[in-house]
């Protein structure tokens, strides 16, 4: 590929993924049809996607559901080949040489556990520093890292099967960055946790990245993994890139939103979103107040969370 | 790069086996009820057999202790594939939960890393039964001991072992294909009954497609037959081997073209 500066660790340019889906129809006499026909339609999960991704990122990858977000990162480990177009991943292609594309990649797909079920984790840890080869010398050291980012001592000798849903997922983050791999690609890693267990998880992952300069892909639905994480977003839907920017652009694009909260006579919160460019909040008010009486008034910025949301329903239309 | 040749996955084989190994004794009464469990269903699968030639003294002209041979020989002959290759029945599982992708992110071979994931520890006690059922009809038969029959016992029962593995290889492999591949499995794992008799019953078309299509017969019939009659062994035992490596080659590049075949889709 040309015009490339040598501190990418993710290229991919033009990138496009169709899956054949049959054609299927109703009922037992459709199901028969269904059998011998070679009625397929083409599904377009990606579309034309231009992205890079520098070394030591942290990039939010965002979509809504069905964006095609899981086909990108599918792609970009190897495991799904694109229809066209070229991935870079390490400089390599990786859907060509697939073991090697691995030993230099973490994936955790949140609630799913990698690690063997029945082996205590610490076991597990053995088990992949063999599988990839990774010297005693780094493995120690990466050990002792974990040791000062985090307490691991109470998972370290329990079974994955005994572990709660925080433990399992901190431990498969824990098990996707022990080879140190230059990429490491997190799915929802805080799906499911509660708020401390997501908070240390945040930091986990920042530790990381700061001490091993590890690049970082991150799908989530959560925007505080967002704030506390990434610097930079790109977002998809219907399979094409629609932002890629600076998070901070990202509220100054949006910064003349703001969030009015109104609270009415019968006690409730009535909320809505306005562009001070366009409206006067004031005169919004005053057109309230004509309705009903208003108890107390709250003006707020927007939040990440309404910014994407906007962003979503913006494509949507 | 740093290669992993075979001396890799061996040493990594073992380490996985021992840590498995360990975990399995941890559960005690499961420890003890699948060995009871196995030893009676050996027992049962005996019983039958005892039966069976009470009622019939000889088979297709086998007597009682040619086909007590054989029906060792297929017990041994099936041990790897209960042992090692356990893990192709929980495939579909994994496949339509999607939990099948784990195994594509580790820099080792899909086909060891899936199967290494599983040891079953009841194809040990078959593997008893066996040797015991092969040893004690060996002498009643009166074969000579000597090193090269004994060589020969092991190459044909490792082929014999390597058809039953690319049977149910690719019988797993459908899943990635077809929703309802448990069937297919299970027909497959229902056929190898079959192979305790001698393929000389099968007449016409059954012998073709056994022996051809869904080659059962050289489970134990074909490979066994140089044991049991060195005079009068059959073209098709002597390449026994030959098809066998080939065969389990296609059932393993079948299973790999399902892995790469398969969308993975959803999340």
Known sequence: MDGLTGNEAVVMRNVCKDFKVLNRHEGLKGSIKDLFSRDYKTVSAVKDVTMTVNKGE??????????GKSTTIKMMTGVLEPTSGEILVN???PYKNRTENCENIGVVFGQRSQLWWSLPLIESFKLLRDLYMVPQKDYEEMIDLYRSLVDIEPVLHKPVRQMSLGQRTLSDILAAFLHNPPVVF?????????????????????????????????????????DALCRRIVIIDKGMKIYDNDIDHLKNYFGSYRTLKLKLADDTWEEMLIDEKTTDVMDVIMAKQKESKIKDVKILEISTEEVIKKIYEGSAK | MRKRGLGFYASIYRKILIQDL??????????????????????????????????FPTISGWDYDHMLFL?????????????????????????????FIKYCFRPVNVFFYFMSEVFDVKGLGQLAFGIGTIVYAWIKIGI???????????????????????????????CFWIKGSGYVMVIMFRFKDFAKYPSSIFQGIFSVIFTFIIPIAFIAYYPSLVILTPDNVPLLSWISPLFGILFFYLSYRFWMLGVRKYDFTGS
């Open chain 1, 186 to 226: 997190l799915d929802e890693p805080t799906i499911g946790l509660d708020v401390s267990m997501k908070s240390k998880i945040r930091e986990l992952i920042l530790g990381l990245n700061k001490e091993k300069n590890t690049t970082v892909i991150l799908t989530t639905h959560d925007m505080g993994d967002v």
């Open chain 1, 58 to 67: 942290i990039i939010g990858y965002l979509g809504p559901n069905g964006a």
């Open chain 2, 71 to 99: 029906y060792g020989f297929s017990l041994v002959a099936l041990t790897p594939v209960q042992c090692f290759f356990d893990n192709n029945w929980n495939l579909r599982f994994q496949v339509q939960s999607g939990d």
């Open chain 2, 144 to 174: 000579p001991v000597t090193p090269l029959i004994i060589a020969k016992l092991i190459v044909f029962l490792l082929t014999a072992s390597l058809f039953m593995i690319a049977l149910m290889n690719f019988a797993a492999a459908t």
């Open chain 1, 91 to 93: 400089g390599k292609v």
């Open chain 2, 22 to 55: 360990k975990s399995k004794m941890s559960y005690r009464a499961d420890f003890v009820i699948s060995t009871f469990g196995m030893i009676m269903t050996n027992l049962a699968g005996f019983v039958t057999f005892m039966i069976l030639f009470h009622n």
